[in-house]
């Protein structure tokens, strides 16, 4: 089973503190231990310099005599803490040593010292070491005293306890880090969480066709609310999708029914004798036939450009001579109705697919010529500058009404003025001139005149 974001979170988190935590730990301990270590090693050396300075001050000069009770005094204290006193005075015989004084306990203390430090550090593998000091008075030398310790040092239950109690704080200040980071992995989970399973859902209502449904960004993550913007794209789209589709069907099913209705009716008529099959009605029957097969066939070109990513075969075209080789194809027709084709302005290169283009002007200059009146003209001017190219396609015909001029476009539509005409199509051919022209990052314009000529323009980036 895939894991959950908390629990992957919080497993992250946990083991990013409990590495820095121990990170932490080792070096500090290892620090402050030695640092401690060290400075406990100067403390002793001093201590054991001060007993020495001490009892060189405990002989008396003028009468040559030494103070023992006070170097016994003196001499017990070191002891308990851990320093071995022995005392000779210059004949080198012995003043007070601590180990005749009380070997018991002297043996004591050293073993106590000895056995601590081998159970808590026995890698130190240290000993107890003698250090000899000479003692004088007033530069005379009075005497010398041997002090011997635990080298290199020596640390008491206290310290032991201070150095535990260091790690016991580390300890729980990582123990609580990790539970803090746990909670916090939790935490922010949720909160990326709840986000996440909110556009699931919605995601999964978008699916089941709900394609209405939009999200609330509630979220302050970047992230998420692109997310949800995404989604909600996505639902837009769909709807789009839907919506389109749902007219195409009706205004398929439309366009389809009056030709089929009345090739129907006058087959009908003819079958059962009440019409002559003359060739006039045959005629006109396989004109609402042709009808409905140039129908499905523009369907069919509109399907292959509206297919979803429109593929390009994109290479540099020339405008002027694609315009010239299109109007060629028209040449029967123009010269059949007495009109005119020009061909003017730049050889304007343009980088897209020679097709397609061509598919627009022949789209363009088909209804150019549709909507002519014999022997008026039809004009194609290619024009560009820095970084765009223009063609128009001028005609001197019908026009469309200017309440009509944005609605062209649209799949299906026809004016008023063309539709009484016997040449208009399904109203499908501006619908693909301006899916290719949108798919090479242009624009297609439509003007008219109040009465008569419409003029498409057509502008196309050079660099798409
Ligand atoms: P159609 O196949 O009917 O020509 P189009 O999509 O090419 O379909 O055009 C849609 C409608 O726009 C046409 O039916 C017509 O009413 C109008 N139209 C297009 N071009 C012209 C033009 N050059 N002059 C007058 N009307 C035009």
Same mark, same amino acid.
């Given at each position: ?289 042709? @009808? %409905? #097969? ?10 292959? &450009? /509206? $297919? !979803? *990513? ?68 039809? @004009? %194609? #001017? ?10 128009? &396609? /001028? $005609? !001197? *015909? ?67």
């Amino acid at each position: 089973m895939t894991p959950k974001l908390s629990t992957q979170l919080s497993a992250g988190f946990a083991l990013i503190v409990l590495i820095a935590v121990s990170a932490i730990s080792l070096t500090a301990n290892l620090w402050i231990s030695r640092q401690f270590e060290t400075y406990i090693a100067e403390q002793q050396k001093s201590v054991s310099d001060g007993i020495a300075f001490g009892l060189g001050l405990q002989y008396d000069g003028t009468t040559g005599q030494w103070n023992t009770d006070y170097i016994h005094g003196y001499g017990m204290y070191a002891l308990n803490e851990g320093y071995i006193v022995k005392v000779y005075d210059n004949d080198g015989s012995v003043v007070w040593d601590a180990e005749n004084h009380d070997m018991t306990l002297c043996h004591q203390i050293m073993e106590n010292i000895s056995l601590r430090m081998e159970r808590e550090r026995p890698e130190l593998a240290g000993d107890f070491v003698t250090y000899r000091y000479d003692l004088a008075q007033n530069g005379a030398k009075i005497g010398a005293a041997e002090i011997s310790y635990y080298s290199p040092y020596s640390l008491s239950e206290n310290d032991f306890q201070f150095l535990a109690a260091l790690n016991r704080i580390l300890v729980v200040v990582g123990g609580l880090s990790i539970l803090g980071a746990v909670a916090a992995g939790i935490l922010l989970a949720k909160r990326i969480a709840a986000p996440i399973t909110k556009t699931m859902d919605i995601t999964k209502d978008i699916s089941d066709g709900n394609y209405g449904i939009r999200l609330q960004p509630e979220t302050r993550t970047k992230e998420l609310s692109e997310l949800t913007q995404a989604v909600n794209q996505m639902a837009s789209a769909l709807e789009r999708q839907e919506a389109l589709r749902r007219r195409l069907t009706t205004d398929v099913a439309h366009e389809l029914r009056t030709p089929l209705a009345n090739v129907a009716s006058h087959m009908e008529l003819m079958q059962e004798g009440i019409w002559e099959p003359t060739p006039e009605r045959l005629r006109r029957c396989g004109e609402e036939i042709q @009808r %409905i #097969v140039r129908l499905v066939s523009d369907l069919d070109r509109l399907q292959q &450009v /509206e $297919d !979803e *990513g429109l593929k390009l075969d994109m290479a540099p075209v020339d405008l002027w001579d694609l315009a010239w080789s299109v109007s060629h194809e028209f040449e029967g027709e123009v010269r059949a109705r007495r009109l005119s084709c020009t061909v003017e302005g730049s050889h304007a290169v343009v980088i897209g697919d020679r097709n397609r283009l061509g598919q627009v002007v022949r789209n363009l200059l088909s209804n150019a010529i549709k909507y002519s009146p014999e022997g008026k003209a039809v @004009r %194609i #001017v290619i024009e560009e500058n820095e970084t765009e190219a223009k063609l128009t &396609v /001028e $005609d !001197e *015909g019908i026009g469309i009404p200017e309440n009509e001029l944005p609605l062209i476009f649209e799949r299906f539509y026809r004016t008023d003025r063309s539709r009484s005409r016997k040449t208009g199509g399904a109203g499908i051919g501006l619908t693909i001139a301006k899916t290719i022209v949108q798919a090479h990052g242009g624009t297609i314009t439509a003007q008219s005149g109040e009465t008569a000529g419409s003029r498409f323009l057509v502008t196309l980036p050079k660099n798409h």
